[in-house]
């Protein structure tokens, strides 16, 4: 499980002057942002428009265009569920109904600070499906107990 | 002590992801605990994925393979000997004779497995290099020459030659040049571009290095999916290696010519693959797609000619400057030259990486390689080319692999990526989900794709339920013929084609008494 520091504006800002001299450095200080504190806090927008010389809407722009960018702290744990088409033909509908029906978990339902599952499309393991990553960890042939108890849902 | 056994453990992701860090555990303890001097190599994947985790034992006669191994085998795999290559229920042979991987011909992945991927000197020992040194001695427009007449078309789904490509941002004129490879491979069913990055990612630099020095570009993105952690893992250390060996940076190989190289993550956005939008991206806006003209060889990163190029279209590369045009454009038929990684998954008992010459039929892969269905029911359809690609039957699979062949069937070859489903699917809901996919994924540039992708999903429910089904078939075929028609890019451009492939296969999908509603004391 990972655990992120409360987000600090003097942390971000650092992160920020150190990677502004990239080219095109949107996307690698956002995703450094959220590597560090799990997330992009909405205040850390005004500086790096001023510091990449780009309008407020610009980044406010980049952040809300990508799946991945999150403006709110993450729950604990994030399990991303492959539900593409290779999955789809492997029965991952199947592990999406069973996890809510036997374990009471809703794939994308943000409501929980614990864990989440969220849907993503294909993972490259289109061979070896339904498929998961948790924490950078692929996982292949899963199935709702398994998915659960990376939870750490009560079976 | 007698020298070391070498023993693979594939350190690719779908071998990781069921299991083979825990093997290289074990087999480790078990050998200590034996007290055999064992190197552990953590090599690509062969690409025989429901083999993985597929161990193989180097032995007096050439590597003996073993799989699919779970931790809990290494003890009893030690009883038999099989750090001997002895006999054990898991052994599958020498590998070199297995039958999966005689039947192809592995040049661009002819390394992937077989090397320890993040090794610069097994690179060098098993030709790497070798065709940027060739590259080295020619001029720019003769490289370029070269990959025109190998035939070589981008493998990233669309087919434009390559070699063309290479000369628009040849002969153009400018201050900065950029090379951009499109690792974003977000089709379902493709994992070719991940299976090289991870299994033999020098191969990548090579191929980039080459294009670099064709056109004189002297910095260059691979443009990665972020969905892939154990890629940029390989590809940053590879370049870190590269670089410290002067195969990167300042002076390539001592050449007086320079090529920086660094990785982007995108961040989970489907249409950061189109090539327009992959740029908007790497400058770091919303990555909307652009309109064409302005090509993206002619004014592409921060407006200067660009290639952008797919994984596998700079990986063919270096065997086409090692071996030459002619013995590339010697393989495969008509006008799709040289091999195709196939990428076989979904319903398949034996799925994996399948690199062959353009023009083995789709029967013989998914039948004769495949096994058929992993459930052992009927095969019903056959999605080819990611999810803008058609939904084929199982009357259409002696089509042959070859981008015109397919476009014939009013199908496309894509990235190579083929998904089995068994007679279980419903195709009304494929038919659905190819319009939620684009409605999720556009990059509402443009009000057919936008727009319409949500009225898409609507009218299919109707049709589902039963409402007005003649009236709303007809206004999906318009809307189809629309979003084909009027789409700015391929998203909203192709995602007619699994909807009306569907539609046309499998009309009887579409054409059921509409489910039968709950009592409402079930409710
Ligand atoms: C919606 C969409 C998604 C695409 N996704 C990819 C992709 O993931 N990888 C890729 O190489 N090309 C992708 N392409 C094709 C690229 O736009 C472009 O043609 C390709 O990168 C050029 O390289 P190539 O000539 O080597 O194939 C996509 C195109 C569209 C319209
Ligand atoms: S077709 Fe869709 S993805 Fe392509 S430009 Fe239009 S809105 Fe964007
Ligand atoms: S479709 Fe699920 S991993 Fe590719």
Redesign the pocket.
Known sequence: MVHYPAWDQDEARSIVSGLSHLEGATLPILHALQEEFGYVDPQVVPLIAEVLNLSRADVHGTISFYHDFRTAPPPRRIVKLCRAEACQALGCDTVVEELAREHGIVVDDHGSQEAVVETVYCLGNCALGPSALIEGELIGRANADRIAALCGARQ | MSEAIRIFVPIDAAALSVGADAVAQAIAREAQARSVAVEIVRNGSRGLLWLEPMVEVETLEGRIAYGPVAARDAAALFEAGFHKGDVHALRLGPVDELDWLKRQQRLTFERVGVTDPLSLADYRAHDGLKGLERALSLTGAEIVEEVRESGL????????P?GI?WKTVHDASATQKYIVC??????SGTFA?RMLMEGDPFLLIEGMTIAAIAVGATRGYIYL?SEYPHAHKALQRAILKARNAGLLGASVLGSGKAFELEVRLGAGA??C????S?LESLEGKRAIVRAKPPIPALQGLFGKPTI???????AAVPWILTHGAKAYADYGMGRSRGTLPVQLGGNVKRGGLIELAFGISLREIIEDMGGGTLSGRPIRAVQVGGP?GAYLTAQQLDTPMDYEALAGIKAMLG?GGIVVFDDSVDMAKQARFAFEFCAKESCGKCTPCRIGATRGVELVDKIIAGHERPKNLAVLRDLNKLMTDASL???GG?TPMPVMSALNHFFEDFDRPPAERLPLAAE
């Open positions: 078309r981008g493998r990233g789904g669309a087919g434009f390559t490509k499109n690792a974003d491979e977000g089709d571009d999916r489907y249409i693959g189109e090539e327009t992959l952008v190029n797919n994984v596998l279209s700079f803008l990235h890019c391929a998203m192709l």
